[in-house]
T-cell receptor
Framework: DAGITQSPRHKVTETGTPVTLRCHQT?????MYWYRQDPGHGLRLIHY???????DKGEVSDGYSVSRSKTEDFLLTLESATSSQTSVYFC???????????????FGSGTQLSVL | AQKITQTQPGMFVQEKEAVTLDCTYD???????LFWYKQPSSGEMIFLIY??????QNATEGRYSLNFQKARKSANLVISASQLGDSAMYFC???????????FGKGTSLLVTP
């Protein structure tokens, strides 16, 4: 199994508070991703990173920011959490050394976030 | 526009029967990859199978096979001899050569009954 750790695993917070989710990998993979999973929507990309300090937006990036100061860590921050951000958040990694289209994503265990 | 369409929100199949989960995709890229992931009730995302757009043969991994019909832009997952442990959500995903991540469908919930 790929070494991906997400923390916390569960979090309950109040509307308007800042929240940071952490993804830590031990695989030295270049690419890291944050997805959110909601019923009826599948997994949707929030942000991704293609290297230290190199990040870009996904399809549902509004209200989220990310940072990657080290290869192994990718942080997702909700500056002011809203109830619509209640979701399961997955971190994923890939190395893209075997080619572009066959890169497989390895997923973390997910973080269940509830915003009350 | 939705790049991956899974039209079956839920499916039932009896143990030991085969089941096909549908997936259609939309892309203008010539080079792309198609993936299926399984998500059991425990929540983890498990990679099942991959098919490249230039692969001439359908991919197979044990009891899983991918029925790839390029002209129809479909990439259906076939599970043979279903087992109770196959009950899960199944997601189809695509990686385009011009893209940067996997695009996922909304998923199909499969329930295997005794």
């Amino acid at each position: 199994d790929a070494g991906i750790t997400q923390s916390p695993r569960h979090k309950v917070t109040e509307t308007g508070t800042p929240v940071t989710l952490r993804c830590h990998q031990t695989e030295n993979h270049r690419y890291m991703y944050w997805y959110r999973q909601d019923p009826g929507h599948g997994l949707r990309l929030i942000h991704y990173s293609y290297g230290v300090k190199d990040t870009d937006k996904g399809e549902v990036s509004d209200g989220y920011s990310v940072s990657r100061s080290k290869t192994e860590d990718f942080l997702l921050t909700l500056e002011s959490a809203t109830s619509s951000q209640t979701s399961v958040y997955f971190c994923a990694i890939s190395d893209r050394t075997t080619g572009a289209t066959n890169e497989k994503l390895f997923f973390g265990s997910g973080t269940q976030l509830s915003v009350l | 526009a939705q790049k991956i369409t899974q039209t079956q929100p839920g499916m039932f199949v009896q143990e030991k029967e085969a089941v096909t989960l549908d997936c259609t995709y939309d892309t203008s890229d010539q080079s792309y990859g198609l993936f299926w992931y399984k998500q059991p009730s425990s929540g983890e995302m498990i990679f099942l199978i991959y098919q490249g757009s230039y692969d001439e043969q359908n991919a197979t991994e044990g009891r899983y096979s991918l029925n790839f019909q390029k002209a129809r832009k479909s990439a259906n997952l076939v599970i043979s001899a279903s087992q109770l442990g196959d009950s899960a959500m199944y997601f189809c995903a695509m990686r385009e050569d011009s893209g940067y991540a996997l695009n996922f469908g909304k998923g199909t919930s499969l329930l295997v009954t005794p």
